[in-house]
């Protein structure tokens, strides 16, 4: 397998066949987000992407149960490509029960309700998209590029097409300013996106990054610890999905949760409410990741 660049990853996808089928993000503007800043966006060329599938057949092609599709928009891809590698996936990887890619709203807003339940039944069974935050102010701030009815939009079709969806949202996105805004309106949008998965990450500013030259010229200042597990414990809260697995177990975070939204709303709230009293040890800075 050729990868080019650092790959990136969502957490549960951490022993699943990452496969390359685009460089980069189509989009690459949000504010925070170093991960493709050096890579200009582009589609990587089929045969190699099928060369790909094959060779990973051959080296551990029975053991693969999950495939990644990368970089940080793969579902920008147009159909003509995922008619070819998803029944590649089928053929190479006999045991594979899931494939998932991140997913922006324009990508998934672009396609037809047709395309999106081609690519379901093609085996493309999970989008994880990023929204960030609920708050329209915050939305246009970080440079999203869609708003809250685009990405409620987004996950109604996705889940029409028969997806899952797992929603990614960032403490610290709205900054002081936006904090208890970002807050609310990421409740809401949890509750109106439904999505069977939802998890949190904590904002760490990367020197570079356009919210970094905000930062510096003093146009954004980054919440405290203590405010963002408030934001989280707001989140947790006034959240109401079906039935929505939850995780804080990013590397980004201070507390790791776990648990079900909103069954075990209380616990969680518990946890959080002892971690701000100073009862439950945060996680120490040192070992924070991105
Ligand atoms: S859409 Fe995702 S990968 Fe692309 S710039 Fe925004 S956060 Fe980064």
Redesign the pocket.
Known sequence: MRYEGKIYRPPSEADSYILQATIG?S????TY?D??RDKAFRVRDLDETLADIRTAAKSFGENVTKVFVAD??ALVLDLRHWEAILPACHDAFPRMKRVSA?A?AVNINEKSDAELKRLRELGLSLLYM?PETGDDVTFKRIAKGSNFDEHVEAARRAHEAGMKVSAIFLLGAGGTERSREHAEGSASLISAMDPEFVSALTLTIIPGTPIAKMQAAGKFTLPSVTRMLEELRTMVAAASPTDAIFRTNHASNYLPLAGRLPQDRDRIVEALDKALSGEIALRPEWSRGL
């Open positions: 993000c989009w690459n503007h949000c987000c991960m493709y940080g928009d991140y922006t990023g």
